[in-house]
Structures are given as structure tokens and as C-alpha cells.
């Protein structure tokens, strides 16, 4: 059984641990060093992007999450946690960080306000079972990847619609939610992708 993190200091920290759970892996919510330490992999949940890279840094994470996320850690990225991977972030602030794990320009707030906030049944590469209801929520969106990233998922379904899921080895990242709503799937996909590194 894969030991997987949570990234536990903001964001739908619950929520992604009962879907883990369900998908067979031990979990392990991450606020120090020592538990980062502890993982197979780790899930960089939702929130506000800013914010959350201020707490990496304030908890002393930051540099140990970037070193474990360089040597192969798996990790995924959900909503403000693909923010945190990209190499580029479009409409961020001035004192935001990212780890430049996936080799794309990001989009803050793409699909707008809270408001503005939806869900779509997606068709996603690689994902077993038919569509996946997928949650926007102040969601960002990829506006482009560069070599050797593959997108696995379009908003609309649409050959080009705005990019929303990617994938590159042992990295994965969504625009959206998948910890809401039951359809534990796309956690699954990422316990095995832990399993196999």
C-alpha cells in the first residue's frame, strides 16, 4: 500500500483524503518536513494560489516540496495545487511561486468568479468508465504546454477548448475538482501512478 500526502494547509483537505482512502492508499496529511518526508506521492489540493505558496514558505516547505517534487515525487495538482506546478502563471501576484514542474503557462481565475463557477461531464485520456463530472470552482484553465506535456482533458470537449487536465511522467494536474462529488476515479488513477513510480 502507497503512503500518499495531503498538502494540509488550506484547501479541500478532507475531501481528498476520503477519495484517496477509497482509491486504497494510507494518507498522510503534510504540514512539516518530517510527513513530507514520510510519502509516496502528494496531492496539492485546492485554495487560493497566493496563499499557498506564502504558507509553504512560511511553514519551511517550500524548498523541500520543490527538491522531493525534482528527484520524481509523484505529485498532482487540483485547481490553486496546478497553479503551484506550472512554469508559468498568467494574472498572478507579484509575490507568487510556483514550483515550474509542468512546462506550462496557467491562467488564474480563467473561467472568472465565483459566480461563474460550473460542472461538465468530461471525457478524460486514460480515465476508465465514461465521463467524469468534473467541478469548476474559480477554476484556472492551461493556456498552453510545452514539449513532452500531454493534455488529457478539454473544457467542452472540444478539440479546442481551453485545456483543464495534463499529465506529464510521474505529474499530473486538473483544473478541477474531482475530490467533490463521489467519483473517486481520477484519485485512482493517481494511486496507481504512485504505485508504479
Known amino acids: 500500500m502507497v503512503t500518499i500526502g495531503v498538502l494540509a ?13 477509497n482509491s486504497g492508499a494510507r494518507v498522510l496529511l503534510v504540514r512539516r518536513q518530517s510527513e513530507l518526508e514520510a510519502v509516496d506521492g502528494l496531492v496539492i489540493p485546492g485554495g487560493e494560489s497566493t496563499t ?13 516540496l520543490g527538491a522531493r517534487i525534482r528527484a ?19 494574472d498572478g501576484r507579484e509575490d507568487q511561486r ?5 512546462d506550462m503557462v496557467v491562467r488564474r481565475n480563467a473561467f472568472g468568479r465565483q459566480v461563474d463557477s460550473y460542472e461538465e461531464d468530461l471525457d478524460v485520456t486514460g480515465l476508465q468508465g465514461g ?14 504546454v510545452g514539449e513532452g506535456v ?17 499529465r506529464r511522467g510521474r505529474i ?26
Open 9 to 21: 494547509l488550506q484547501g479541500d483537505v478532507a475531501e481528498h483524503v476520503r477519495a484517496l482512502e
Open 150 to 166: 500531454e493534455v488529457i482533458a478539454r473544457a467542452g470537449n472540444s478539440a479546442d477548448g481551453p485545456i483543464v487536465a495534463v
Open 72 to 90: 520524481g515525487m509523484p505529485v498532482y495538482g487540483t485547481c490553486a495545487g496546478m497553479i503551484m506546478l506550472a512554469s508559468t502563471i498568467l
Open 172 to 197: 499530473m494536474a486538473t483544473s478541477f475538482h474531482p475530490e467533490v462529488g463521489g467519483d473517486d476515479r481520477i484519485h485512482g488513477l493517481f494511486v496507481d501512478m504512485v504505485a508504479r513510480a
Open 98 to 102: 510556483s514550483f515550474g514542474a509542468l
Open 52 to 64: 499557498m505558496s506564502n504558507l509553504l514558505l512560511s511553514f519551511d516547505l517550500f524548498d523541500a
Open 131 to 144: 465521463p467524469f463530472h468534473a467541478v469548476f470552482i474559480r477554476a484556472p484553465w492551461v493556456e498552453s
